[in-house]
T-cell receptor, first 112, second 113 residues
Framework: DTAVSQTPKYLVTQMGNDKSIKCEQNLGHDTMYWYKQDSKKFLKIMFSYNNKELIINETVPNRFSPKSPDKAHLNLHINSLELGDSAVYFC???????????FGPGTRLTVT | GDSVTQMEGPVTLSEEAFLTINCTYTATGYPSLFWYVQYPGEGLQLLLKATKADDKGSNKGFEATYRKETTSFHLEKGSVQVSDSAVYFCALSRTGANSKLTFGKGITLSVRP
């Protein structure tokens, strides 16, 4: 069974479009995250949710809106896509404080 | 703010060579420290962790010791294999609501037969 899953795995779209990426975890964790990995492999936190409540929002443009319908799901909606949004987006989950985070396989977003 | 610094890469080694990947951190208090590995085309996997000073994390022949005095968490393996070729990330996290992972830049390891 997949612990943290993301859909889609690849997403190619044009500038100005709106798209969503979905994430689900079946680990029973209470905290979920979105990270962005740029072309140089650098990883940076975007958002985190704890029990459906937004905890971290790291100066991400308002075009990015996370939504957590329940603690097992954290989706990422992106409006008005720009070329600079091209990256790999990783979802992760953890339980409690200091816990290790479990990552999904990533979604490679390409904006043309 | 918190930061993690990894040695510059990439690193290329022959099979069975000794591996050291340096990692130092800047943070107040006592963060938890992690090494994650990313194999080609895959997501990140936790390799090992340490949560307090002098703890040694180990897994799959890899080891790292939490050194508070030098703020370091260097990754070592005595004999690398071709299958160890991947990108390695050092990271830290804190307790509490702000338990995000702060990553180093990552280093690509290539092991040739």
């Amino acid at each position: 069974d997949t612990a943290v899953s993301q859909t889609p795995k690849y997403l190619v779209t044009q500038m100005g479009n709106d798209k969503s990426i979905k994430c689900e975890q079946n680990l029973g964790h209470d905290t979920m995250y979105w990270y962005k990995q740029d072309s140089k492999k650098f990883l940076k936190i975007m958002f985190s949710y704890n029990n459906k409540e937004l905890i971290i929002n790291e100066t991400v443009p308002n075009r990015f809106s996370p939504k957590s319908p329940d603690k097992a799901h954290l989706n990422l909606h992106i409006n008005s896509l720009e070329l600079g949004d091209s990256a790999v987006y990783f979802c992760a989950s953890s339980q409690g404080d200091r816990g290790e985070q479990y990552f999904g396989p990533g979604t490679r977003l390409t904006v043309t | 703010g918190d930061s993690v610094t990894q040695m510059e890469g990439p690193v290329t080694l022959s099979e069975e060579a000794f591996l050291t990947i340096n990692c130092t951190y800047t943070a107040t208090g006592y963060p938890s420290l992690f090494w994650y590995v990313q194999y080609p085309g895959e997501g990140l996997q936790l390799l090992l962790k340490a949560t307090k000073a002098d703890d040694k994390g180990s897994n799959k022949g890899f080891e790292a010791t939490y050194r508070k005095e030098t703020t370091s968490f260097h990754l070592e393996k005595g004999s690398v294999q071709v299958s160890d070729s991947a990108v390695y990330f050092c990271a830290l996290s804190r307790t509490g609501a702000n338990s995000k992972l702060t990553f180093g830049k990552g280093i690509t390891l290539s092991v040739r037969p």
